[in-house]
């Protein structure tokens, strides 16, 4: 069965600096979601890893996958109150199968 | 701007009532999730279709949920009876599969339907 763990769970930083969120997983997969969800919202899609050294960067965001270490991180640099929000990654499961499994979240919060 | 759309978007009820929620998945997707979203189990997978033929529901409880695919553009999910342990946040999401594999598109979420049975 597939698992997937994020840590941290919560995070507080301030304004400026730089963090990693990480995304483990426990069994194959060939593709990896990060997703956004601001409070009392829905998910948000944030990036797509399909390959193993996948990296995509968008703003202050960067996300890579290592398939072979079953890792995806989440890096954030000089981070910027509107990017306090919970992100989540979701792990594809093997076998022509369309379903997601997601990892708890982690809840960012920048303070200035 | 193509999105989910999901109704109704709050819902009060009381223990015992039936509930039934809709999704409107984003044209031209064929696959369609639906989701329970608690701060206790986080994100689950409670059932999902695709091409309206529902593939997998072993994330429901069989003996009060039920969810459909009346057409195309319909996605229910109902529950009778209605216990507060099923107070959460319901999210329906659609994407596209491709001819010959599985997803590599991203899940498109709808906006969630709150649910608190009293």
């Known amino acids: 069965e597939l698992k997937v763990e994020q840590n941290p769970l919560f995070l507080s930083m301030q304004e400026g600096k730089n963090y990693t969120i990480y995304c483990n997983y426990s069994t194959t997969s060939d593709r990896l979601y990060w997703y956004r969800q601001d409070p009392g919202k829905s998910l948000e899609s944030l990036f797509v890893?399909?390959?193993?050294?996948a990296v995509k960067q968008e703003g202050r965001l960067m996300a890579s996958l290592d398939t072979k270490a079953r890792l995806s991180t989440l890096h954030i640099t000089a981070a910027v109150h509107d990017l306090s929000a919970t992100y989540f990654c979701a792990v594809g499961t093997q076998g022509g199968s369309e379903k997601l499994v997601f990892g708890k979240g982690t809840k960012l919060t920048v303070n200035p | 701007d193509a999105r989910v759309t999901q109704t109704p978007r709050h819902k009060v009820t009381e223990m015992g009532q039936e509930v039934t929620m809709r999704c409107q998945p984003i044209l031209g997707h064929n696959t369609v999730f639906w989701y329970r979203q608690t701060m206790m189990q986080g994100l689950e997978l409670l059932a999902y279709?695709?091409?309206?033929?529902?593939?997998?529901d072993s994330g429901m409880p069989k003996d009060r949920f039920s969810a459909e695919m009346p057409d195309a553009t319909l996605a229910t999910l109902k529950i009778q009876p209605s216990e507060p342990r099923d107070s959460a946040v319901y999210f329906c999401?659609?994407?596209?599969?491709?001819?010959?594999?599985?997803?590599?598109?991203?899940?498109?979420f709808g906006p969630g339907t709150r649910l608190t049975v009293l």
């Open positions: 890893l399909l390959s193993n050294g």
């Open positions: 279709f695709r091409n309206r033929a529902p593939l997998d």
């Open positions: 999401a659609s994407g596209l599969v491709r001819d010959g594999g599985s997803s590599t598109d991203t899940q498109y």
